[in-house]
């Protein structure tokens, strides 16, 4: 079972316990034991128990590096959406994950996450992303159940070793299923991806679609719903 070694409280006298995988703890034990495992350590909370990563593969930093040019992409031309990656969340009691990637509308957009008092997200994205070598994977049972028990709205999950894409919509519990070959989120409109492109590392095509969702009537009308719950926010 994986151990992280974690050094001494500095000014305590007595070390931190160490951080295993498999463990249960409160998020807030989770985290203190984390912090203290220094800068270089992975580790995430689900569901109450501790699990440290393996090392990622090419095929897993690749298509990581795609979703990641998408999802800029959509942020640079929608105000007030943010992409975070591998950003520690802090979903609640018992999680607190470290998404490969995740979109967020900023608090005065109407979003449900803010950044606490020692840099953190705390509460839950509207899209999660997470890239996974097959669908027998943490990222599409344990991770799921706690990304939808938070209030996660959308779930986005690329499994490698199968070539194949699961687009989740947490609010009413379907599948986004794509149209011609692309999904279509629903929560951020106009963020398209194109399936067989993502699969085949074809960024050309990648990149087509996400412009084209971008010049969609459906955008458009979203910017403007942003302009609206921007002008009506507190202190905006």
């Not at 912090?35 to 440290?52: F, M, Q, R, S, T």
Request: a neutral charge.
């Amino acid at each position: 079972m994986p151990t992280v070694s974690l050094a001494s409280e500095q000014g305590k006298g007595a070390p931190v316990p160490p951080l295993d995988a498999g463990d249960r703890l409160t998020q807030a034990e989770f985290h203190r034991r984390y912090e203290a495992a220094g800068p270089h350590v992975k580790a995430e909370l689900i569901g109450g128990v501790v699990h440290v990563p393996s090392p990622l593969r090419v095929p897993h930093g690749l298509a990581h590096g795609k979703l990641s040019l998408v999802l800029g992409l959509y942020a640079a031309s929608t105000p007030g959406a943010q992409v975070l990656d591998n950003a520690t969340t802090i979903l609640g009691e018992e999680s607190e994950p470290q998404p490969d990637l995740s979109l967020r509308l900023l608090p005065e957009y109407g979003g449900r996450t803010r950044v606490n008092d020692k840099q953190y997200l705390a509460g839950p994205p509207e899209l999660v992303v997470e890239v996974a070598h097959s669908s027998a994977s943490i990222d599409l049972h344990q991770k799921r159940e706690d990304y939808q028990k938070a209030g996660v709205r959308e779930y986005l999950v690329v499994c490698v070793a199968e070539e194949e894409l699961y687009w989740f919509d947490f609010r009413d519990g379907s599948s986004i299923a794509p149209h011609r070959g692309t999904h279509r989120s629903r929560i951020f409109p106009g963020l398209w991806i194109d399936r067989t492109a993502l699969l085949a590392d074809n960024a050309a095509r990648l990149i087509e679609v996400v412009q084209q969702g971008l010049a969609s009537k459906a955008h458009a009308a979203f910017v403007k719903r942003l302009a609206t719950w921007k002008k009506q926010a507190p202190n905006a």
